[in-house]
């Protein structure tokens, strides 16, 4: 499927021939919602950003994007990748703790691919895309990787 037959599969006609910045901003509230109300909300805005973001860049323009499963799969990491990683970040103070800009990134990235990593220990070889992620079996994955990284990354410290 292209881009527009997306966009209508998930009830997002309105986006179909706006503008790239237009389409992003509507997945991003697609994926987050909007007005972020708590760190949790916030977290969660930022990975949709940078997970929207991540799936329009490549292409000038969007009827250049093919959305197969491989990159709605993609999205998905990109997405809870960047939302897990924010929430362990802000439980850890690791932003506000590490001497520079650069360490802290290099931690980011490094609970990132743990993050990634023990998702895919957690799913035991289940397909990403089969979790329902808004109901309470995404949810209780999300804490445990987010439990598993708290124990891993304090140790480290």
């Known amino acids: 499927d292209g881009v527009p037959e997306a966009l209508r599969r998930y009830g997002l006609d309105s986006l179909i021939g706006k503008p790239s910045f237009d389409v992003q901003e509507g997945l991003i509230e697609f994926l987050a919602g909007s007005d972020p109300i708590s760190r949790e909300d916030d977290a969660i805005r930022h990975a949709a950003e940078e997970a929207a973001n991540a799936f329009t860049e490549q292409a000038e323009d969007l009827e250049q994007i093919v959305v197969d499963e491989e990159r709605a799969l993609r999205l998905l990491e990109t997405f809870l990748a960047a939302w897990l990683t924010r929430m362990i970040n802000v439980q850890l103070g690791t932003a506000l703790t590490e001497a520079s ?50 124990e891993v990354f304090r140790a480290d410290k």
């Open 101 to 150: 800009p650069a360490q802290a990134e290099a931690r980011s990235r490094e609970i990132r691919d743990y993050v990634g990593v023990r998702l895919d220990q957690l799913l035991a070889g289940r397909p990403l895309l089969t979790v329902d992620w808004n109901n309470a079996e995404g949810r209780q994955l999300a804490a445990q990787a987010i439990q598993d990284a708290l």
